[in-house]
């Protein structure tokens, strides 16, 4: 069985980076976007931005934390206390 997903608190506007780095590394990151409309004084631009900024989902196991934490741009694992707390492949998956 593969591993549970959970969410990792990053370095705001860093998701994209943090993203690069943790699949450089072999694992498997989700990181939902959605696309808006910018309008600056000369130009619009369509964007990609995080559904939640600073947060993304990543899965891995919970023994060997230690290169998820150390990835630049990665502030900690959601989670209780000090335990990370897995999200529901359920919620991912939807």
């Given at each position: 069985m593969a591993e549970p997903w959970y969410a990792l608190h990053v370095r705001p506007r860093f998701e994209n980076?943090?993203?690069m780095h943790l699949e450089a590394k072999?694992?498997?990151v989700f990181l939902p976007t959605f696309?808006?409309?910018r309008r600056w004084s000369d130009r619009v631009?369509?964007?990609s931005l995080p559904l939640f900024p600073s947060y993304?989902?990543?899965r891995f196991d919970t023994c060997s934390r230690l290169p998820i934490l150390v990835t630049p741009g990665v502030h900690s694992i959601v989670g209780v206390g000090r335990?990370?707390?897995p999200?529901?492949?359920e919620?991912?998956?939807g």
């Open positions: 980076c943090v993203q072999g694992y498997d696309v808006s409309t631009k369509t964007v993304l989902f990543c335990a990370p707390a999200v529901d492949q919620e991912i998956s």
